[in-house]
């Protein structure tokens, strides 16, 4: 497992934009695929955006599409979310996570519970 640690979040008014950055801990962090996750208050998680071990793939949930840029820098061992066009309904505690399953296929899972290790998150707050 890898240690991960969010930062970037803050107060952004709607249509403006915010770069989370995930930090991770360990030599591995190169074989693990990186996903975004989301949680609003009494709302469950939800996925955002993903990439490969090698950044070669990459994933977005459609309401982000477009909005929503994942990259990694693996000598950094950082991964990157730069979101444009924020909305008020984005309003969450954004969270990272690694997963290794999908080192083989070079496909990302899109489902929280294929994850093996965890960030603790960093607060984004949209004003309307």
């Known amino acids: 497992q890898v240690q991960l640690v969010e930062s970037g979040g803050g107060l952004v008014q709607a249509g403006g934009s915010l770069r989370l950055s995930c930090a991770a801990s360990?030599?591995?962090?190169?074989?693990?695929?990186m996903g975004w996750f989301r949680q609003a208050p009494s709302k469950e998680r939800e996925f955002v955006s993903a990439i490969s071990w090698n950044g070669v793939n990459t994933y977005y949930a459609d309401s982000v599409k477009g909005r929503f840029t994942i990259s990694r820098d693996n000598p950094k061992n950082t991964v990157y979310l730069q979101m444009n066009n924020l909305k008020p309904e984005e309003t969450a505690v954004y969270y990272c996570a690694a997963e290794a399953k999908s080192y083989y296929s070079g496909v990302p899972y899109y489902t929280g519970a294929e994850y093996d290790s965890w960030g603790q998150g960093t607060q984004v707050t949209v004003s309307s």
């Open positions: 360990g030599r591995t962090f190169r074989s693990y695929a």
